[in-house]
């Protein structure tokens, strides 16, 4: 069972698998990492320096298809740090603080 089946249930939102890079702003760094998956309620981040669980960021992510950029607030709900399992990367799990229907539509347009 990977990381995704077991967040599954919790979920209220389809998560897509993406390989894209954006920029995370809290209130003591910014950051530019890479989103492995996301949806219309939240996304991962991966990171080799996940912030605190309860941490407010700023996710600004520039749609390949559109050209649109969302910047979209959000909170850290989990985080993991490095393992040498591969199917686990370091990274961060973020809830967004509202749902953004139009950012469904730019993932699945870029599947």
């Known amino acids: 069972m990977d990381i995704d089946d077991m967040y599954k249930e919790r979920r209220q939102f389809v ?19 890479e989103i492995l998956n996301i949806g219309q309620g939240g996304a991962f981040i991966k990171t080799y320096s996940p912030l605190s669980v309860g941490e407010v960021v700023k996710v600004r992510w520039k749609s390949m298809v559109s050209g649109q950029e969302f910047i979209i607030p959000s909170e850290v709900i989990w985080r993991r740090e490095y393992s040498s399992n591969p199917n686990l990367p370091p990274g961060m799990g973020l809830k967004f603080s509202k749902v953004f229907e139009e950012l469904e539509k730019e993932i699945v347009i870029s599947q």
């Open 15 to 33: 998560r897509f698998p993406v390989r894209s890079r954006c920029w995370c702003e809290s209130k003591s760094v910014t950051m530019y990492v």
